[in-house]
């Protein structure tokens, strides 16, 4: 069964704007990651947070972790065309190594 | 090659046929994993290797569904007698396999389809 949700299910914007999504989990983690993913294929590794961290940044992403609320949102400022994809969060559970995917948030952004 | 790759990028095949799907982790990576996707879904976790063994395959849905690594290196995952909700996109990912909780780099998956 998935581990995490990520919400909305969809989201549409303009080029310029920025997105955000959001993923909630069911029990404690040790990592979250996010991925992305176009046109149903290989994934993409974006960002990897710990539960001892609370924010991170990578270009014009960045994501958050409340180990209390369980739950994590990814932020792209700045969005571009060239970011439509879909995005997963991923987090581990009783075992590091054993990654759990939500159903993903397609992101369309556009031109 | 600098990524992981996986063949067949595509598969066809009839219920009740036997596949082979490979992955060719990135060199050097020590730990393997196997996840499926369905339509609109997110990957599910089947099965990771550490080296040469198994070290969890608790997301195997049956035993129609086996994987090796014999080297420690290339995997095979094997679909006995398949079935058409056998459909999905096989991903592969690797490892370094140093310490938990690294980052898992993917390959770009193998689409089967079971008519």
């Known amino acids: 069964s998935q581990q995490g949700e990520e919400d909305p299910q969809a989201l549409s914007i303009q080029e310029g704007e920025n997105a955000t999504m959001n993923c909630s989990y069911k029990?404690?983690?040790?990592?979250l990651q996010w991925y992305r993913q176009n046109s149903g294929r290989g994934l993409v590794h974006l960002i990897l947070?710990?539960?001892?961290?609370r924010e991170k940044h990578s270009g014009r992403l960045r994501v958050t972790l409340d180990t209390s609320k369980k739950s994590s949102s990814l932020l792209i400022t700045a969005s571009r065309a060239a970011d439509t994809a879909s995005y997963f969060c991923a987090t581990d559970r009783d075992n590091f190594n054993k990654f759990y995917f939500g159903s993903g948030t397609k992101l369309n952004v556009k031109p | 090659g600098a990524g992981v790759s996986q063949t067949p990028s595509n598969k066809v095949t009839e219920k009740g046929k036997y596949v082979e799907l490979r992955c060719d982790p990135i060199?050097?990576?020590?730990?393997l994993y196997w996840y499926r996707q369905s339509l609109g879904q997110g990957p599910e976790f089947l099965i990771y290797?550490?080296?040469?063994?198994?070290?969890?395959d608790s997301g195997l849905p049956n035993d129609r569904f086996f994987a090796v690594r014999p080297e420690g290196s290339v995997s095979t995952l094997k679909i006995q007698r398949t079935e058409r909700g056998d459909s999905a996109v096989y991903l592969c990912a690797s490892s370094r396999g140093e310490a938990g909780g690294e980052t898992q780099y993917f390959g770009p998956g193998t689409r089967l389809l079971v008519l």
């Open positions: 060199s050097g990576h020590t730990a």
């Open positions: 029990t404690s983690i040790n990592n």
């Open positions: 947070i710990r539960s001892n961290e």
């Open positions: 290797f550490q080296g040469t063994g198994a070290a969890d």
